[in-house]
Every structure is written in structure tokens, then in C-alpha cells.
């Protein structure tokens, strides 16, 4: 730790460092410096170099810096301080282990330091007026992220505004000082000690901070919750704020460190339990923990997300709140407790994520202890990939007055599995005797499964299912030969025409299939609901002979009634492309016969 000399400085102008003693004790009593930074500082490097002097500086910034640099060190001088200690030129910043020490040592340094200047440039020099103690308050120094730690930590802190003239010490201005930081009077003034406010409450000190490298808005509150951690720039503030956040777990159970809202966020939006940034915890200020009233299980970082129990409260669709050992503010009612808002991500490994992250909740009567994992960075289980089990369920189909199920090929006998529930059930379009769910076979080109449909001109055709690369879904259709005897027909037989594609729609001479499958996740499956629909296109020649034959013995054909009954479409618009085709047809076999 290096100091400055103050009386050289006060006697000459120069600027002088000296170590700690050999044995690394610190001064008995040394000052300490908190200031706002200038664009240009001078540095270690340049009082070493012999250039923090007037003629070696290069621009107004860093003669503002130098001037500052004195002043502290006459101030100091003149109030009986042999050294005092200045953050922008007593760290070997090149020298990362040097920095790191500092950076977690700080807090400590400012709270054994005898007195500590706080240096307002540009703040008024007196505040007797309601204007001059707004602009005291609005200054940057009340910004600064590295300013919070500086206010709290010293047992003395005297305020200077930039011509160095006193405007008022930390107990002249303890109401003026709670009243714009939102601290609590008696922390500032020592009386009670930081522990003393919640996790939240802290954090909430610092949501209005900012600091000029993003992980120091994490790294400048380490001595505020008493934790220590490496310093790693580049790592980033949200990273950076997550490891501050799981080192103040290490040392406490408050649950008020759950409690941040982010008004911002959008309202289908999934998160952490853990905050991004100090900012989320603005409203947070009045969040208090219930004390130690019931044992609780320790947190745990694990490789599936924090590992947490918390009382859980089912809403409906996966949605709990889970109340935190927390009252409710602002009146703190009896048996009441703060609550946040969590879904359930997965059933088989308790995965949950926090939504609603915008709001609050609160209850009366908390839900069973559970045992939850909870991941910063949550998502939902992704259909992608291998599972324990696929399987195909049919969902909605096409009317079975139009198009009727006639059989379903399998492989062989097998097991088949429960379906999900589903608000389309594809019983009222598949007959009892045939399964709705069936296994997915996972070898790359595998059928496994054939649906066999039939309409009311006896027109068939397949509809196939199987894979394409082994954990896709893929699908085939077949036209099948109107003579051809359905019962005979063998899952073995038509394997060898299945042809797969991911494409959801299938255009044939007669007819148009359109397919989809979505992915369901249930535990350890994954089921892959199937959605069909068929329209015909086209009549078959053995419907235009027929219709031809009818024409020409006169028995009784009803061209328009015909039309009605032969041609069943989903939409009005493939209804007229047929009547136009049918109409076309039957006037040639017209010619044809006479």
C-alpha cells in the first residue's frame, strides 16, 4: 500500500510516494481521498516518472487532477496527517495482483482511514439554501458506483466542494444525506452496523450507481456485503454481479436477495432467480427478512441451476408463486410474505424459471416445501435430440364422413403408449379398434406406422410415418389401387414405398395431404402430435366412367346434386377449381357418346 507524503507536498508542490513499512503495517492514522475521477488523472506512473507537475502536464483535465492532488494532500497537512491515500495514484494498475488486492481491500482501507475527504468539484460551497443542498445532493459523486462504499465504510467523512472549502461533515449532514441515498441515518453515522439492513436493501443503495468499467458495479459493493472475489474485467457486469450474488450466498440465507422486479421486461419473459444488475433491486428498499424463525436448508450452485427449497403454490398452467421468508411492505402485516412468481420448466428434474419478473406477489398461507432448480439463464427442454422414448399421436384429422380410417399398419405387436391430453381427440375421426398412439421407430428411412384412409368413391390412399435422419419425424403418401383388398395389406408390404419428407404438404393426382407434427415434452418422452387434413383434387377415371355411364342411360343423374355429393372440399375456392375441371370432363365423354 503506498501513500502520499502531505507535508512535502504542502512545502513544495511535489507529489511524493512511500511505501508501507517493511512489515506491511499500515500507518497509524493516514487520510483517504474520495473523489469523481477527471478525464485525464494523474497516475502512479506519472509521479514515479517525475511528470505530476505544472509543467508537465498536457491538458486542462489533468491539471484539474494534479490541483485536486494537492489540495488533498495540504487539507491533510494541515489537519495533522503525515500521509494520506488517493485511489488514481497509489495503485500499480499495470500490475493485476496489485490492482485485485486494492479493489478488495478497499472497503477496509476507507474504514480504518482517521478521516476521509470527500471532494465535490463543482458543488456548492455552502448549502443554505434549498437550491445549493439539491445541487449538493444531484451531484456525480452521489452517482458513482466506487462513492457508495466511500460514505459508508470511514467513521468521518467531510464534504469539500472544488475550492476546497468545507461544506459539511457526514453527521452535520446524516438527514440530508438518508434522505437522498435512501441509507438508513444510523448506519451512516455507525450506530448501527450494515448487517443490520437486508441484502435487498443494500443492493438498493446502489440501483442508481454507475460505474465507468460495467463489472465494477459488482466489484465496488463486495465490501458492502463482506465478500471477497477475483477481479476478472472482461468478464462482464452481469457475470460479474452473478458471482457477487453467489459469494453473498455463501455467507447468507436472507431470501431478500430474490426480491427484484424489472418493470422493463417483457411479459412472457423467463429468468433466474439471481438479478442481472443492482438496478432491478429500485424498489426493493423496503424489503426486510423475517429472522431466523424455522431452520433452512443451505443453497447450492449445482450443474442443473440453483438448488433451493421454497414454499410452493400452484395457480394453473405450471404457474406457482413461491413465498420468500419475507413480510409484505409497506405495512408488514403478520403472517404475511412476500412472494415471486415461478413456472415449472420440466417435470422430471424440478426445473423452474421466475416469470412475471414485473411484479410482485403476496400470500397468507404458504404452498409445501419443495426442492427446486432453478438456472440463471432458464430455458424451456428442447424438442431437439435424442429422448428415452418418441412417439407419434394422431391429434386432428380429416372428417370421417369425407375420409373414414380403414386401418392402421404397425410393426408387429407392441407395447403402446398412453396418450397425452389433448383438447382435439382423435377418436372422433380414428374407430376404437385403432390405436391413436403409437411408438416411433428410430432408425434412420424407418416406417413405423401406416394410416390407411378410404372416401366414399372407395378412393384409398396412405398416409406413411416414420424418420428421416433417425430423431426426425418424416412422412410419405400413397396412392392406393382402388381394387386393392385393404385386408391384406401388411405393415411389411408398404415399407417398402415409404419415401420420407420433412414437407408438410403432398400433392398427388387425386388428392392433397397436408401434415404436421409438433413435439411434446412429457418427462423423459417426447410425443410428436400429428395433425392431418385431405381435399380432392381430382375425380378418378373410374368416377368419370361412371358418372359418363349415368349419362348416357339416362338414369337419373343429377349434375348438380352429383357435384355436391362426389366433391367434398375444406374451402370454397378448391370447390371451384373441381366443379370447373368435372364440368370439362364430362362434356367430352358427352361427345364421346353420342
Keep these: 500500500m503506498r501513500f502520499l507524503e502531505t507535508r512535502i507536498a504542502k512545502e513544495t508542490g511535489t507529489l511524493r510516494l512511500t511505501k508501507t513499512r517493511g512489515n506491511g503495517q499500515l500507518p497509524t492514522t493516514y487520510a483517504i481521498l474520495s473523489h469523481t475521477w477527471e478525464e485525464d488523472e494523474i497516475t502512479l506512473e506519472d509521479i514515479e516518472n517525475g511528470k505530476a507537475n505544472d509543467e508537465s502536464v498536457k491538458s486542462l483535465a489533468a491539471l484539474a487532477s494534479l490541483s485536486k492532488l494537492r489540495g488533498a494532500c495540504i487539507q491533510a497537512a494541515a489537519d495533522g496527517y503525515e500521509y494520506i491515500w488517493i485511489d488514481s495514484c497509489c495503485i500499480e494498475k499495470r500490475d493485476p495482483a496489485e490492482l485485485s488486492e486494492a479493489i478488495n481491500s478497499m472497503f477496509v482501507w476507507y474504514r480504518d482511514a482517521a478521516i476521509c475527504y470527500a471532494f465535490l468539484r463543482d458543488a456548492p460551497n455552502e448549502l443554505l439554501t434549498t437550491q445549493a443542498k439539491a445541487e449538493f445532493t444531484h451531484h456525480k459523486w452521489f452517482t458513482r458506483g466506487w462513492t457508495l462504499q466511500e460514505l459508508l465504510a470511514p467513521a468521518e467523512v467531510i464534504f469539500f466542494s472544488g475550492d476546497w472549502l468545507k461544506i459539511g461533515d457526514k453527521r452535520l449532514l446524516c438527514l440530508l444525506l438518508a434522505n437522498s441515498t435512501g441509507i438508513d441515518k444510523d448506519i451512516l453515522l455507525g450506530e448501527r452496523p450494515l448487517t443490520s439492513a437486508s441484502v435487498a436493501r443494500r443492493m438498493s443503495w446502489a440501483a442508481k450507481r454507475e460505474t465507468t468499467r460495467p463489472e465494477d458495479g459488482a466489484y465496488c459493493m463486495m465490501g458492502i456485503f463482506s465478500v471477497n472475489m477475483p477481479m476478472l474485467y472482461g468478464e462482464g457486469g452481469e457475470k460479474a454481479f452473478l458471482r457477487l450474488q453467489e459469494e453473498i450466498m455463501k455467507v447468507s440465507d436472507d431470501q431478500s ?152 399398419l404397425l410393426p408387429g405387436r407392441m407395447a403402446l403408449p398412453a396418450a397425452l391430453p389433448s ?172
Excluded at 318 to 335: R, W
Design 257 to 408: 436477495l430474490f426480491a427484484w422486479v424489472d418493470l422493463a421486461s417483457p411479459l412472457d419473459a423467463i429468468k433466474g432467480l439471481l438479478a442481472p444488475e443492482p438496478s432491478y433491486f429500485l424498489h426493493s428498499n423496503t424489503i426486510v427478512p423475517y429472522q431466523d424463525w424455522e431452520p433452512r436448508a443451505p443453497y447450492a450452485s449445482t450443474n442443473r441451476g440453483l438448488k433451493i427449497d421454497l414454499h410452493l403454490t400452484e395457480l394453473a398452467d405450471g404457474e406457482y408463486v413461491a413465498a420468500l421468508d419475507c413480510p409484505v411492505p409497506p405495512d408488514y402485516e403478520d403472517s404475511t410474505f412476500l412472494a415471486i412468481y415461478l413456472r415449472k420448466l420440466s417435470d422430471s428434474d424440478e426445473q423452474y424459471a421466475r416469470v412475471r419478473v414485473g411484479q410482485f406477489a403476496s400470500v397468507r398461507r404458504r404452498g409445501y416445501l419443495r426442492t427446486i432448480y432453478i438456472r440463471q439463464k432458464p430455458q424451456a427442454p428442447s424438442p431437439e435430440g435424442a429422448y428415452l422414448h418418441h412417439h407419434v399421436q394422431l391429434r386432428t384429422g380429416p372428417p370421417p364422413d369425407i375420409y373414414q380410417v380403414v386401418s392402421i
Design 423 to 594: 383438447r382435439d381427440s382423435a377418436r372422433e375421426w380414428v374407430p376404437a379398434k385403432w390405436p391413436t398412439v403409437f411408438p416411433m421407430l428410430r432408425k434412420p428411412m424407418q416406417l413405423s406406422g401406416a394410416i390407411i384412409f378410404q372416401n366414399k368413391g372407395h378412393e384409398r390412399l396412405a398416409l406413411m410415418i416414420g424418420t428421416l435422419g433417425g430423431f426426425d419425424i418424416a412422412f410419405s403418401v400413397l396412392e392406393l389401387d382402388a381394387e386393392l383388398d385393404v385386408a391384406q395389406l401388411s405393415f411389411k408390404a408398404i415399407q417398402g414405398q415409404f419415401e420420407p419428407s420433412t414437407a408438410g404438404r403432398f400433392e398427388h393426382p387425386y388428392h392433397s395431404v397436408r401434415v404436421s407434427a409438433t413435439p411434446v415434452l412429457q418427462t423423459s418422452s417426447k410425443y410428436y402430435m400429428v395433425d392431418i387434413g385431405i381435399e380432392a383434387v381430382n375425380l378418378s377415371v373410374r368416377d368419370i366412367a361412371k358418372q359418363a355411364y349415368d349419362i348416357a342411360t339416362g338414369s337419373g343423374y343429377d349434375y348438380h346434386r352429383s357435384q355436391d355429393h362426389s366433391v367434398l372440399l375444406e374451402d370454397k375456392k378448391h370447390a371451384d377449381k373441381t366443379k370447373r375441371k368435372l364440368a370439362k370432363k364430362l362434356s367430352i365423354w358427352k361427345r364421346l357418346l353420342e
